[in-house]
Structures are given as structure tokens and as C-alpha cells.
């Protein structure tokens, strides 16, 4: 399962990573807790359909308390230090892990995307925020309390916008769609931006310009410290308006990524597309890495 503030996504997967009953609602936004619960369980049981499964895997927006799968999504305010994992456990019986959605997708990338194969891989997730996981020698690393991997919040540029959790200057306070749509101002959303970059306006193009490079800073921040041979970029802002950060991302990535072994480094688009987060939710139980 894939549970975003927007859609919720379910499917069963096969061994081999193959999504089926694909399945995706409008996140309700008028309910209260147990409301969105029965919502998501009826579309895991609308799914399952009887079939057997192994476990439920669930990506979910953080902040969570993993692993014990308590969430607080930023963007679903109806979940506050909700049970989650336990919740699913006991309506279907069957084991739960829930991971942050960024780490799910960037697993699925690893497992049957664009960074199969690759021996350490980050994954970089531009949507409303941004986040991202590694995956290293087949493991997707958790850290001690289940954030690693999250680019969102190293600091691309030390004078630059405040970022909500505080500090200045995080590649999330540049770089995510909600940062762009904000900095941009008159209420107008990232892909509205995109639009005015390219009827030549010249602060969107600026804003996307300034993004693409704060990408760049966290993915080199990223590769030098933890030898990443592949970056796999992905989530649907970066995926949209990759014509418009692309250049900028490009030209700062050769500029400051000059040690040695991390210039093999290669950078990819997401070939998943919406299921990899599914998919990658899936091999959080399935564990194809092993
Ligand atoms: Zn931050």
C-alpha cells in the first residue's frame, strides 16, 4: 500500500515485483481517524480479494515512529501518532511493516526501476516535500530511528530560505513543489510555476533554476558520504518539470562533484512512475535483497 495527503494506492505484488488489482482513491480529507482507517482497509480488502498474502507493506508519509509504524503525516492531518502497523495487524492477521513512502519508493526503484542492480543507490523523491532513501549492498538503510536517507533536510545553501523544520537553507526549503509554489507567491502550485517557466517568466525560471541546483548540492552531500554509484530521481514534481531543473542540476553537479570515486556516479530518471512506492512497499515484506 501506498498512503499519500493526495491518492492511497494498493495492489498485490508477486514475488517477482509484478503489481496486480491495482488500486488507487482520493485520500478522504473529511473524515477523522478511524474514518481514513476504514477507508484504506476497505481498499486493502477490495484488493486482497481473497487472495492469500504474505504481510501488508506500507509506504506512508512521515514523521512516523518506525518501526513501530506510528504515523503523523505531515500532509494526512487526521493520523496523529496513529498505529498504523498494529492497526493493519489486527484487522487482517497477517504481518505489517510500514516504512516512510520516500524509502518504499526508493526500494522499488532499487528492486525493478531504474536502480536495479546498482551496488549503493539514492533515491531522491521531488514532490510536495522531498525525501529519499539508500540503498546499500542490497539493503535499504534505516538509521536509528528509520530516517536515513532523508535529503530533504541537508543544507544546500546556508543563506538561503528558512525550511520548516527550522533551519535555513535545506534542499527542501528550495527544491520541493511546496517550496516553489510558496516562494513564488499568489497562491500559485509547483506545476503552475513550471507553467510560467516556460512561457519565459523569469523568476519561475529562477525558482527552478535555484532548485535544480540545491538538488545537486544534497545528492553530491549524499554520494561522497555514503559512495553512491547511482542517484535515481523521482516523485512528481522532479519528474514534470525535470526539462527546468535539469541544466541548473547538471552544470552544479560537475561543478562540485570532483573527488575521484565519486564521478562515476550516475544520475537517472525514476522508470517506475506512480508504482514504486507500491512496489517498493511490497519488498519491504517480501525482502527480495534478502
Ligand atoms: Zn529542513
Request: hydrophobic share 45%; with cysteine; aromatic share 4%.
Amino acid at each position: 500500500m501506498d498512503i499519500g495527503g493526495t491518492q492511497c494506492g494498493a495492489a498485490i505484488v508477486d514475488a517477482d515485483g509484478t503489481p496486480h488489482n491495482l488500486r488507487r482513491i482520493g485520500t478522504p480529507s473529511d473524515v477523522d481517524a478511524e474514518g481514513l482507517f476504514a477507508a484504506v482497509a476497505s481498499l486493502a480488502e477490495t484488493v486482497r480479494a481473497g487472495e492469500r498474502v504474505d504481510g501488508i507493506g506500507v509506504g506512508c508519509g512521515g514523521p512516523m515512529r518506525w518501526p513501530e509504524g506510528v504515523v503523523s503525516p505531515l500532509h494526512i492531518p487526521a493520523w496523529r501518532a496513529f498505529p498504523l502497523r498494529t492497526r493493519l495487524e489486527q484487522r487482517f492477521e497477517i504481518p505489517c511493516v510500514v516504512d516512510n513512502d520516500a524509502k518504499a519508493m526508493t526500494l522499488g526503484e532499487w528492486w525493478r526501476g531504474a536502480g536495479r542492480d546498482a551496488s549503493a543507490l539514492l533515491g531522491v523523491i521531488v514532490s510536495t516535500g522531498v525525501g529519499g532513501g539508500i540503498v546499500v549492498d542490497g539493503r535499504l538503510l534505516h538509521g536509528a530511528y528509520g530516517n536515513a536517507g532523508h535529503i530533504g533536510h541537508v543544507i544546500a545553501s546556508p543563506d538561503g530560505p528558512r525550511c520548516e523544520c527550522g533551519a535555513n537553507g535545506c534542499v527542501e526549503a528550495i527544491a520541493s513543489g511546496h517550496a516553489i509554489g510558496v516562494r513564488y507567491g499568489g497562491g500559485i502550485d509547483a506545476a503552475g510555476v513550471a507553467a510560467r517557466a516556460r512561457q519565459g517568466d523569469d523568476r519561475a525560471r529562477s525558482l527552478f533554476a535555484e532548485a535544480g541546483r540545491a538538488l545537486a548540492r544534497g545528492v553530491v552531500a549524499a554520494a561522497v558520504l555514503c559512495d553512491i554509484d547511482r542517484v535515481v530521481i523521482g516523485g512528481g514534481v522532479a519528474l514534470a518539470a525535470w526539462d527546468l531543473l535539469a541544466p541548473t542540476f547538471e552544470s552544479e553537479l560537475a561543478h562540485v562533484l570532483r573527488i575521484e570515486f565519486a564521478r562515476r556516479l550516475t544520475v537517472h530518471r525514476a522508470s517506475l512512475g506512480a508504482n514504486a512506492g507500491l512496489v517498493g512497499a511490497a519488498a519491504l515484506v517480501l525482502r527480495p535483497q534478502g
